[in-house]
């Protein structure tokens, strides 16, 4: 009988800590939709992946590569005017930044948790309530912390879709 109580240990842990406020999935988003709305970049920027902040370095890189005046169009779409001085020091970190803050989504990005399912012990879908439908957002278990996945990110998805 003893035996059977330490193995069910662990499944009744989960079940209490998942009806008592959620999932470190769940609140991962919820860090990260706070932090976007109370426009804290240098915060959101720490609770997203390193492949999600490697894909914003990586675009920097290709901005640099083109240079200046070759990329200022594409980059003024992407994140606002700036000057050469500015471009040069720009980085993942700085784009995101700007990205982000010139973005109205991102700054509604939903709190209202619809579901969360594990795909497998590092990988959670956390389906949030949007005014366009659900929104599916990927979050990653990297060195023991859940952080959002940016690389894997659709839009949401038609109510009826």
Known sequence: MRTAWILLLPAACALI????????????????????????????????TPSSRQL?????????????????????????????EE????????????????????????TSIRS???RDSTLAVVVVRTGEGPQEVPVRLVEGAWLVDLTGL???AGEGE
């Open 116 to 118: 969360v399912t594990y």
């Open 87 to 110: 471009f040069q020091a720009l980085d993942g970190r700085r784009l995101f930044s700007l990205m982000v803050a010139r973005s109205e989504t991102a700054h509604a990005l939903s």
């Open 154 to 156: 659709a839009p949401p």
């Open 17 to 48: 800590t998942a009806s008592c406020g959620g999932s470190d999935a769940s609140r991962a988003v919820e860090r990260f939709a706070d932090a976007l709305a109370d426009s804290s970049y240098d915060e959101a920027w720490q609770l997203v």
């Open 56 to 84: 914003y370095d990586s675009t920097v890189v290709i901005l640099h590569h083109f240079g200046y005046a070759e990329a200022l169009t594409p980059l003024t779409e992407l994140a606002g005017e700036m000057t050469e």
